[in-house]
């Protein structure tokens, strides 16, 4: 059985999760544990990373040294008390900077827990262990990657992806490999699939992560601008006369917007291919086909949003209002009942089976 979070934790959980909490809460009961340890970890090693008053090295270092102690803790169940406890002061150290620049009071709260937080990975079955610790070892290779790869960046000069292949390693590295990891916790505890439907669940479960991502580059382009960074691949925006640059003036939209479409696309086929993952779960786990269903409509409407509004400009901060969302998850849950109503909510392409 898996070891469950304390309360303060789960406080802890709920206040720095944002938006996904309201998919951890509906998570069966079985799975939360696992799944929301993941996100724990997940998003400590992402505040490490985005810790900008402290210099990249710096957060390399400390990213590079959690990496390890995630991999030391799923290596074995238990670590003497000796090691344990200097293990707790190293974090202490290592992590006390990072969480002094912290403005969320939450998030310097998580940074200062770690020692805790751990603890609860070492106390996992050996299977889950191995769960999270491969799902966090690529999440954290991509946030790594990332400070590498925008540290000379700057609102004065933006860097961008390359091409294709980059932007699709990124984002299955930060998101394509959850949907991989939820499939395997999913399976091991809810329910046993055939190898073709594992197979299914596996590939749709990483476009599905990789198709949110997609939806967060999308709706955080001006933000990520600012910063120096550029998701949207150069090679795509040369062949529209454009450098990473433009995009911070205005007048640049009309000859941006066949790009900006074209991976409006993208992330529209990605969550249709999450919406085929839900469907093709079990109908019985209603509470998991809710926690899946909730983030592909949610990113579809966005995506709608996203196609009507000029994305260039940070002044807008085009988002889904929460009434909308209220309806989302209204609407799925009285229409469970009714199977073709409930599977006609999203779109489906031909080319995505169920």
Known sequence: MAA?????????????????FLTLRVLPGAVQPQIGLAYLLARTSDTIADTKLVPIDRRLEALRWYQQQIQD????????????????????GILAGLASHQGPPAERILLERQAEILGVLAAQPAPDRQFIAGVLATITSGQVLDLERFGGASEDRVTALRNDAELDDYTYRVAGC????????????????????????LDHGRQFGQGLQLVNILRDLPGDLRQGR?????DALARAGLAPADLQNLD??????????????????RL????????????????????????VLIGLKTLDALAGGNVLDARQRIKVPRAV???????????????????SQAPRLNHLPL
Request: proline share 8%; hydrophobic share 40%.
């Open 4 to 20: 469950a979070l304390t309360p303060s934790l789960s406080r802890l959980l709920r206040d720095v999760s944002r938006s996904f």
């Open 73 to 92: 803790r799923a290596a074995g169940p238990s670590i003497p008390a000796a090691e344990a406890s200097a293990t707790g002061s190293q974090a202490g």
């Open 178 to 201: 959850v949907g991989e990891f939820w499939t395997h916790i999913c399976t091991a505890h809810l329910f046993h699939p055939d190898p073709g439907t594992h197979a299914f669940l």
């Open 230 to 234: 550029c998701y949207l691949p150069q």
């Open 252 to 269: 640049h939209m009309a000859r941006f917007k066949p790009v900006y479409d074209h991976y409006l696309g993208q992330a529209r086929t």
């Open 272 to 295: 249709q291919a999450g919406w085929s993952y839900t469907l093709r779960l079990p109908r019985r786990q209603l509470r998991l086909r809710l926690a899946c269903a909730w983030p």
């Open 325 to 343: 969302i209220r309806q989302i998850l209204l609407k799925t849950i009285l229409l469970y009942p009714f199977r073709r109503a409930w599977e």
